[in-house]
T-cell receptor, first 113, second 114 residues
Framework: DVKVTQSSRYLVKRTGEKVFLECVQD?????MFWYRQDPGLGLRLIYF???????EKGDIPEGYSVSREKKERFSLILESASTNQTSMYLC????????????FGPGTRLTVL | KQEVTQIPAALSVPEGENLVLNCSFT??????LQWFRQDPGKGLTSLLL?????REQTSGRLNASLDKSSGRSTLYIAASQPGDSATYLC?????????????FGKGTSLLVTP
């Protein structure tokens, strides 16, 4: 069965902290994505990766970075967390290539105080 | 950025009713459209993916249709049950953007009452 897991369901951090969100998939997918979801704004793409060590900016990359050292793992990094980064973060993966079905993890609810 | 719109934002129906959720899009270069379900505080579950060359896709009590010319997709849920209560999101993949990312609507929140 298709599986995407995220390291934490809930996370509380303080302003200025460095935050790591981890995503792991066991489907041997090449593409991985990070989205954030906010009320009234819907899902917005932060970054995606189509191969190990490759990354592309999405619609809202400011304040974030990513790391893809292994195929199955995609990390989202908040270099210096701010209160406006309080959100639900969703990871997804898909097969190599374009326009493929995406499978999502359970999400991480991050609160920055 | 191309728009994806879902109307209504919320819908309440009694158990047993057949219902239709709507998704409209402005991008004629659609490649495919995916329907998701999201339970409160949870991630997205993929329900159906319909290619631009297809008219319909079915899975159990769910049927998704796609009309490229009118820029519309519908998700039909037959014989609704309280367990169908969730937010339903549509998302399109287009040849105009990177082809990797999905463009999401804001969702329809469905409540099925016993």
């Amino acid at each position: 069965d298709v599986k995407v897991t995220q390291s934490s369901r809930y996370l509380v951090k303080r302003t200025g902290e460095k935050v790591f969100l981890e995503c792991v998939q066991d489907m041997d997918h090449e593409n991985m994505f990070w989205y954030r979801q906010d009320p009234g704004l819907g899902l917005r793409l932060i970054y995606f990766s189509y191969d190990v060590k490759m990354k592309e900016k999405g619609d809202i990359p400011e304040g974030y970075s990513v790391s893809r050292e292994k195929k199955e793992r995609f990390s989202l990094i908040l270099e210096s967390a701010s209160t406006n980064q309080t959100s639900m973060y969703l990871c997804a993966s898909s097969l190599r290539g374009l326009h493929n079905e995406q499978f999502f993890g359970p999400g991480t609810r991050l609160t920055v105080l | 950025k191309q728009e994806v719109t879902q109307i209504p934002a919320a819908l309440s129906v009694p158990e047993g009713e057949n219902l239709v959720l709507n998704c409209s899009f402005t991008d004629s270069a659609i490649y495919n459209l995916q329907w998701f379900r999201q339970d409160p505080g949870k991630g997205l579950t993929s329900l159906l993916l319909i290619q631009s060359s297809q008219r319909e896709q079915t899975s159990g009590r769910l049927n998704a249709s796609l009309d490229k010319s009118s820029g519309r997709s519908t998700l039909y849920i037959a014989a609704s049950q309280p367990g169908d209560s969730a937010t339903y999101l549509c998302a399109m993949s287009s040849s105009r953007n990177s082809g990797y990312a999905l463009n999401f609507g804001k969702g329809t929140s469905l409540l099925v009452t016993p």
